[in-house]
């Protein structure tokens, strides 16, 4: 896989592109704030905060900003074979949940993009460029799944999954933020999910700390605290029961791969 652009755009005013996507690659555009009209083969779509734009090889394309709108977005342009297989049958246009993981590695691939090109890194933005776009399939995923179980499940999963890491989340807080009763939510989420919301809370906050293990420098101690466990001792109970290794083994074994 190749990144041919990876960016930030922003605009207040006025604004009319009109392109096809160079170098063959693929068009990913994610609308994080305002909102915009955009054209894709001649077919005009209104745009707001949360829709994943894809444009394929050799599609016309057409951003539309009006006077006094405010339109931000996410793009990238990148082509390969994974990133076919992954999007060559996916819609032009798809709501999705724009959770932490997406925005971080969008974020961090942007930031490898824009080092000059001596530092750059070629095997992380591989690794960084796959982990977005599987990130974004499953996104895509998950609101088909949605679909299957009732909103409120849906409304308590995006909760977890943005606060888990917090050091102060308590079941209590979903309870409140649902406006549902303790046992209430407990029942609904483990008949739907077939997990409890610990044991989700618990997954979200290994797959964050294993992220910052990979790609950071921090402690595993700090890291037990950036990602809501409290402790390195509690962070190595719960580590080893999902990997049946401690995080230290785990990390080690992961940098000499």
Known sequence: MRVSFCGYSYHNQLF???????????????????????????????????????????????????????????CLYCEGEEVDQLFRHRPVLSKITMDHTVLNLWQSLFIEERRPEKEKNSKLTHYLLSALCVSLERSLDKKSTDINRPYIVTKMMRYIEENATKQDFKINDIANYCNMSVSRCVHLFKEYIGQTMVEYAQSIRISTAINQMKYTTMTLENIAQNCGFGSYSYFHRVFKKFHLVSPREYREKMFES
Not at 37 to 50: A, P
């Open 16 to 74: 009319h592109t009109m392109h096809k996507s160079r170098y063959a690659s693929y068009l990913f555009r994610l609308q994080i704030e305002g909102k915009a009209k955009i054209k894709v083969n001649n077919e005009t779509h209104h745009i707001e905060k949360g829709d994943l734009l894809i444009v394929k090889p050799g599609e016309t394309y057409e951003l539309h900003v009006a006077e006094g709108q405010q339109s931000g977005d996410y």
